[in-house]
């Protein structure tokens, strides 16, 4: 069975401050991770994606994977309160994703 | 571009009645997923189409869940008869090629069966 967890959270942060949202997953075969932002009721958004070890940044985001430790990870700088939000974080090892449970983020004006 | 379309947003039945969901994907997107996320679990894989072709359809959790792809553009999901614990949300997504990076999501339709 492959697996994805994340912290349910939620996880407050002060506006301004880091955000560090993590994710572990189970299948060794993973070739491709991805983080994806949902508001309430509206559909998951791509944030971002990675497939090599190390760290890729795209503005306030930046996305840490892992590989041997089956770790990923993203960090949002400067948070503020439009980035409250659950982030998934999504597994890709063949043509289909196999998600998290989602980390709900909110950020305190 | 229009998005991926799906329809209708809410729909709320009675157990062991009948409800198709609708996706209509990006217009030349080959490759056709749905998902489904039930109440306080995580969003879940149920099949994917290769234009109207069933790819994978190893996540559907039952026989009372059929899906088609005719002409291989819009996509429908029928559950007959529904169950209670068929309530959730169901995602469609479309991408052009099978990267995730080309991913995109509908805004989801909700199921509640009472």
């Known amino acids: 069975q492959k697996e994805v967890e994340q912290n349910s959270g939620p996880l407050s942060v002060p506006e301004g401050a880091i955000a560090s949202l993590n994710c572990t997953y189970s299948?060794?075969?993973?070739?491709?991770f991805f983080w994806y932002r949902q508001y309430s009721g509206k559909s998951p958004e791509l944030i971002m994606f990675?497939?090599?070890?190390g760290d890729k940044e795209d503005g306030r985001f930046t996305a840490q994977l892992n590989k041997a430790s089956q770790y990923v990870s993203l960090l949002i700088r400067d948070s503020q309160p439009s980035d409250s939000a659950t982030y998934l974080c999504?597994?890709?090892?063949?043509?289909?994703?196999?998600f998290g449970p989602g980390t709900r983020l909110s950020v305190l004006p | 571009e229009a998005g991926v379309t799906q329809f209708p947003s809410h729909s709320v039945i009675e157990k062991g009645q009948t409800v198709t969901l609708r996706c209509d994907p990006i217009?030349?997107?080959?490759?056709l997923y749905w998902y489904r996320r039930v109440m306080g679990k995580e969003i879940k894989f149920l099949l994917h189409?290769?234009?109207?072709?069933?790819?994978?359809e190893s996540g559907m959790p039952n026989n009372r869940f059929l899906a088609e792809r005719t002409g291989g553009t819009y996509s429908t999901l029928k559950v007959q008869p529904a169950e209670l614990e068929d309530s959730g949300v169901y995602f469609c997504?479309?991408?052009?090629?099978?990267?995730?990076?080309?991913?995109?999501f509908g805004s989801g339709t909700r199921l509640t069966v009472v």
């Open positions: 997504a479309s991408s052009l090629v099978g990267t995730g990076r080309s991913y995109t």
């Open positions: 299948d060794r075969g993973s070739q491709s």
């Open positions: 990675i497939y090599s070890n």
């Open positions: 999504a597994v890709k090892g063949g043509q289909n994703f196999v």
């Open positions: 217009s030349g997107h080959d490759n």
């Open positions: 189409f290769v234009k109207e072709s069933k790819q994978d």
